[in-house]
């Protein structure tokens, strides 16, 4: 009886072995990219992963006396202060959603931590790296400084790389103070 269990077993076996499909052949994948993609004054943008280091929701703020109307005030978040600024407004636009779709992307370099609130985020975005291109006409004037480049995602849809660290490094947006 258990030669005969063993037999059909090891007949299945075998016979699994045999009709198992193999393993995909290896190829070569093209490099990919990934960053936070977000909504600004009306265009999809992405921001490089190494750039925002959280994404949350619009939190509550206590406005602040004497800086520039594009800053929403400072948040307690964890017990850190966080200031919020408001991107479109620094742009010179405004807001197109509602507060319940903006979204903060958090910048933390090591002399900055800053809310930074955008109409909408996407998540993260992902790019085949030989996608990059440069950003043809169309772009707001006031953000050409700020992009660096554009990926296509797989529908074709251009994705502007806008630099946080370069909004960082703005003499007007780390002086928010009204003179």
Known sequence: MSDSAFHVLANLAQRSRTSAAGLPARQDAAPRWSGIGFALLGQKFVAPMSHVSELMELPSATRLPGVQPWVIGLS?????????????LFFGGNMTSPKKHQRVLVLETDSLYSGIVVD???????????????????????L???????????????????????????????NAALV
């Open 120 to 142: 909408r985020a996407f998540g993260m975005q992902h790019f085949t790296s030989d996608s990059y291109t440069q950003v043809d006409d169309g772009m707001p004037e006031s």
């Open 76 to 88: 307690n978040v964890r017990g850190r202060l966080l200031p919020l600024f408001d991107l479109a």
């Open 144 to 174: 050409e400084g700020f992009v660096e480049g554009a990926y296509n995602d797989m529908h074709g849809e251009k994705w502007p790389v806008f630099s946080m660290a370069r909004l960082a490094g703005d003499n007007r947006f780390t």
